[in-house]
């Protein structure tokens, strides 16, 4: 169903949409383009034609579904962590990757969307067999950002996942404090904070162990299992879409000068700690058109 022509219908993604009645798209398309030459925010369903609508939920899902996954896969090691004060870190943690599941869940049911029906449609706690690469191929149809199909298997994968996956949401996230989507722009101030606390723990972990001799060689061995990984995340450079994005105001740097910010930092960061960052050779075919959002 458009939406071009026809007035007071909810636009075909959403149900139990919040606002009283949608314009039509050519008047919230007028509306949204007037806001973003003002440099005003986006704030209601009617400020968005429906394109900004489509690009907008479908980054909104990506980063809700990965805050999931995320915290289903640190459970595990809530109980596994080496000390009890661990214990409560990475419980807190869980409890942050929760709670931002959530507010993006929420932002997604302001705007019309059954989030009731996304989640009990997918099981987040899947993760592809230990010693497997998907590459940067999905394994179900779930939009978590690729890296939570694997499995974390011991407390250096989870620390260096702290390290370099939270590190690289966090960079990702920088675009979206400027987003034209002022409540997504706004929730994402303080996941941001609660993320750079994550980060924050990988550094800890990694500068200790990798300051011991008999922990070096394990640190350095989980470097060079996850950073490829992580590095997948950002997309391709010089998209359409990305370009798209920032033009609606959803992004504001395109893919690659993401991930040549985050590359710099780990590589300032590990030549500190005496690790050496594994060379990373894209295979822009398999890697996705778009990095996929998450916090």
């Not at 400020?47 to 805050?67: G, I, V, W």
């Not at 419980?91 to 029906?117: F, P, W």
């Not at 199909?149 to 400027?178: C, S």
Request: negative net charge; aromatic residues 10%.
């Amino acid at each position: 169903m458009s939406m071009s022509n026809e007035k007071a219908k909810y636009h075909p993604m959403a149900v139990n949409a919040k606002s009283e009645e949608l314009l039509t798209n050519e008047e919230r398309t007028s509306r949204m383009n007037e806001k973003i030459a003002k440099g005003e925010k986006i704030e209601d369903h009617n400020d968005m034609s429906d394109e900004y609508f489509t690009h907008l939920t479908n980054l909104m899902n990506q980063q809700a579904d990965s805050e999931l996954a995320g915290a289903f896969g640190y459970v595990p090691w809530i109980q596994k962590a080496p000390t009890v004060e661990e214990m409560l870190i990475v419980s807190n943690i869980t409890r942050d990757e929760v709670r931002h599941a959530r507010a993006m869940y929420r932002l997604l049911e302001d705007l019309g969307i059954d989030t009731g029906q996304i989640v009990g449609e997918h099981d987040y706690t899947l993760r592809i067999e230990t010693g497997a690469d998907i590459g940067s191929d999905r394994a179900a149809d779930d939009k978590r950002v690729n890296i939570f199909y694997y499995p974390i298997d011991t407390w250096t994968d989870f620390i260096m996942f702290n390290f370099l996956m939270d590190r690289g949401a966090g960079h990702q996230l920088e675009d979206v404090k400027h987003s034209t989507f002022g409540p997504w722009s706004r929730e994402i101030e303080r996941i941001f904070k609660e993320e750079m606390t994550h980060v924050g723990h990988g550094e800890y972990w990694v500068k200790k162990l990798a300051s011991t001799p008999e922990t070096k060689p394990t640190v350095q061995a989980a470097l060079e299992k996850w950073y490829p990984r992580t590095m997948n995340i950002f997309g391709k450079p010089g998209t359409k879409k990305n370009k798209r994005y920032r033009e609606l105001g959803l992004k504001h740097r395109d893919n690659q000068e993401v991930r040549d910010t985050f590359a710099a930092e780990v590589k300032k960061l590990c030549d500190e700690y005496g690790l050496t960052v594994p060379e990373w050779i894209p295979d822009w075919d398999q890697i996705p058109e778009e990095a996929h959002m998450r916090g």
